[in-house]
């Protein structure tokens, strides 16, 4: 598939979304954080808002969910119209379940770690997962500063993929920008979510040409 760049919303201006999207022509995915104030200490929107937004737009909704309990949550994302949905290994209590039930609605499944979570014990998930997203910062807010201590597993997490001989793409998420891309491109990564570096640029959908060019470098 190559190189996939997918900007957050998160620091977009809420009171006009659909304008907003329209902003990264461009890009492969629209990634739509979700955040319940338990999972995260933030808040945002649901299925409804979601729904609303796929209408807005052609572009597909990666939707990244930091709440609590997916396990009965996710399913309602695919039907709001989002054609990926990560969950939370953390907050999961039957992933491979959940990991299920995403693809039987239709959609492609994904599951994230915050950066302190290895990826070894859920070596064997991977042919479960149509994505894996490793949590760049701690999850919550835009605007943070890239952990390069998540790197290594960067690195690990895709000589497991190649182990396991998947299709299951590798996406990065937190303080991705210009400065950092070219090191999680380098790790192995190769779908990047960036937020603050695409929507406090002048142009956003030139900075989405410039991540692409930079990670593809
Ligand atoms: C943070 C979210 C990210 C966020 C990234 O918890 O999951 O998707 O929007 O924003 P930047 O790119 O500014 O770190
Ligand atoms: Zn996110």
Known sequence: ??????????????????????????????????????????????????????????????????????????????????????????????????????????????????????????????PELDMVLLMTVEPGFGGQTFLDLVLPKIRRTRALLERHGVETWLQVDGGVSLETIERCAEAGADVFVAGSAVYSAEDPDEMVGRLRAAAEA
Do not use: K
């Not at 990264?24 to 338990?38: E, K, T, Y």
């Open 1 to 126: 598939m190559g190189i996939q760049i997918t900007p957050s919303i998160l620091n977009a201006d809420f009171s006009r979304l659909g304008e907003e999207v329209g902003r990264i022509g461009s890009a492969d995915w629209v990634h739509v954080d979700v955040m319940d104030n338990h999972f995260v200490p933030n808040l945002t929107f649901g299925p409804t808002m979601v729904e609303a937004l796929a209408r807005s737009t052609d572009l597909p909704l990666d939707a990244h969910l930091m709440i609590e309990n997916p396990d009965s949550h996710a399913p309602a994302y695919v039907e709001a119209g989002c054609a990926s949905v990560t969950f939370h290994v953390e907050a999961a209590r039957a992933p491979v379940r959940l990991a299920r039930e995403i693809r039987a609605a239709g959609g492609r499944a994904s599951m994230g770690l915050r950066p302190a979570t290895p990826i070894e014990p859920y070596a064997d998930l991977l």
